[in-house]
């Protein structure tokens, strides 16, 4: 049994329908919120629970073989990013699991201090490394999903709004590929006990972004560049009555004031481990949106 923690997110839902295609049995743990019919239907268990809470973590746990962390933390990093995380990890091992995936980020072990996100998957990661626990730690960049609301945006009116330097570097991931790569890295003995970055098979200035959509949907780009220290304001004023979605924002100035991309030799030994060849973010978006 695989236990899928976001199972609604992003990830989650394309790992939940990979080990379904396969004909796996999976329980998905979501909140009586999330909208998870499709996982349902799909034949997945369905726990509900929430994952603040250490009781719903432990009764989700038990008689699993393989979990994948793949939840996301609504900006409160300590409980969901953290606590949860390190939850899973005790119940792991005391149900005796077989493989721990965990989805991490890009950039985890470069010490951003303004980023709780960061910290927390961090220190996960390292108590996941000490936990004694077969696990592989993918540290991936952006999602292409992620860009699939700008996309349609830009179908519709040609903007795109660009926070910061355009000349950042990124390498987008396939959030198919990535989700491929999570269920893959149980069995592929070269993931076994491995940190990998994940990004997609090019690296990409952020301006490059608003040219791929001009190219897919035949539009000239009408790009809106904002300065970073945009953001910087927004902080400043969130910080006078909320100051969790303060911090949280703190997490978003850093990717946005950074670069995010993998070398080419990771992607190679991405390529190497996994056997396939990862897709570009044109085509992503291209087999979602283009007509
Ligand atoms: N997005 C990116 O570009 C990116 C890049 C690198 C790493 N990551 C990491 O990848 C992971 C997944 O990201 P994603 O973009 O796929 O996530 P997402 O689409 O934002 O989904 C988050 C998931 O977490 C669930 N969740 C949130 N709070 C919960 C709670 N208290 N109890 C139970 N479930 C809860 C959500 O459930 P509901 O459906 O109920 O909201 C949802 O299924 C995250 O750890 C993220 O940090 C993401």
Known sequence: MFLVTGATGDIGRRVVRLLRQQEKPVRAFVRLTSRYSELEHRGAD??????????????ACQGVKYIISAHGSDSDALSLDYRANIELIDQAKANAVEHFVYISVLGADRGYEDAPVFKAKRAVELYLQASGLNYTILRPAGLASNLLPLAERFRETGLYLLIGDPKNRTSIISTDDLAKIVVDSVTVPGARNQILSVGGPEILLRKDIPQIFSRIFNKEPVLINSPLFAIDGLRGVLGLFNSQAQAGLGTFRTLLANEFFCTKEEIANLERIFNFQLETLETFVRRYLAD
Not at 52 to 58: C, P, S, V
Request: aromatic residues 8%; without cysteine.
């Open 46 to 59: 369905i726990f509900i629970g929430d994952l603040q809470r250490e009781q719903d973590i432990q009764k």
